[in-house]
T-cell receptor, first 115, second 112 residues
Framework: GAGVSQTPSNKVTEKGKYVELRCDPI?????LYWYRQSLGQGPEFLIY????????DSGLPNDRFFAVRPEGSVSTLKIQRTERGDSAVYLC?????????????FGAGSRLTVL | GQQLNQSPQSMFIQEGEDVSMNCTSS?????WLWYKQDPGEGPVLLIA?????ELTSNGRLTAQFGITRKDSFLNISASIPSDVGIYFC????????????FGTGTQLKVEL
């Protein structure tokens, strides 16, 4: 597509529930990133995919967070047993190159609220 | 956690004024990027810097990659109302792979 598409744009859930957030990157972009942005803060890195594999998942806060990109295009961020502290905007970005100083194009984000 | 200190945290200026904001780090960065974020949107790239000492312009925006590779600044000349938003510096840490580290943001408000 023309830009990075993220769905849903807003998600309200209850503590303890399971959540999936979807990212559709720019067509042909091989690199895909997930970031989390808390209120009043800059985005914080979660995970980076090169193709289908997670090249760097050092930013995932704990094992409740998991992400997949099975066909090297669309990615899903999965959060199990959600907690109130998971409330944030989850941003996805993609880049056309797999190495070097990549320029990321971001989506509008999925705002997650855990009650 | 984040490793970039961005200042000022917020600015309230008059239309037509010039704006300056900066970003510092205790670590060396290979690249510096400046993004702008509007409410409900993702960050949009303004300027990318790849070499120490590099000075780059994009319209009314000018940014520089500090010689020490630990800082960068962004200037906006003759501000207009649509400059309102949050500006983030970001960079690739030496040895940090492909992930971007972001600053805490500078919120710019422009008074007509």
């Amino acid at each position: 597509g023309a830009g990075v598409s993220q769905t849903p744009s807003n998600k309200v859930t209850e503590k303890g529930k399971y959540v999936e957030l979807r990212c559709d990157p720019i067509s042909g972009h091989t690199a895909l990133y997930w970031y989390r942005q808390s209120l009043g803060q800059g985005p914080e890195f979660l995970i980076y995919f090169q193709g289908t594999g997670a090249a760097d998942d050092s930013g995932l806060p704990n094992d409740r967070f998991f992400a997949v990109r099975p066909e090297g295009s669309v990615s899903t961020l999965k959060i199990q047993r959600t907690e109130r502290g998971d409330s944030a905007v989850y941003l996805c970005a993609s880049s056309p190159r797999s190495s070097g100083a990549n320029v990321l194009t971001f989506g509008a984000g999925s705002r997650l609220t855990v009650l | 956690g984040q490793q970039l200190n961005q200042s000022p945290q917020s600015m309230f200026i008059q239309e037509g004024e010039d704006v300056s904001m900066n970003c510092t780090s205790s670590s060396i960065f290979n690249t510096w990027l400046w993004y702008k974020q509007d409410p409900g949107e993702g960050p949009v790239l303004l300027i990318a810097l790849y070499k120490a000492g590099e000075l780059t312009s994009n319209g009314r925006l000018t940014a520089q990659f500090g010689i020490t590779r630990k800082d960068s600044f962004l200037n906006i000349s003759a501000s207009i109302p649509s400059d309102v938003g949050i500006y983030f510096c970001a960079g690739h840490l030496t040895g940090g792979g492909n992930k971007l580290t972001f600053g805490t943001g500078t919120q710019l408000k422009v008074e007509l």
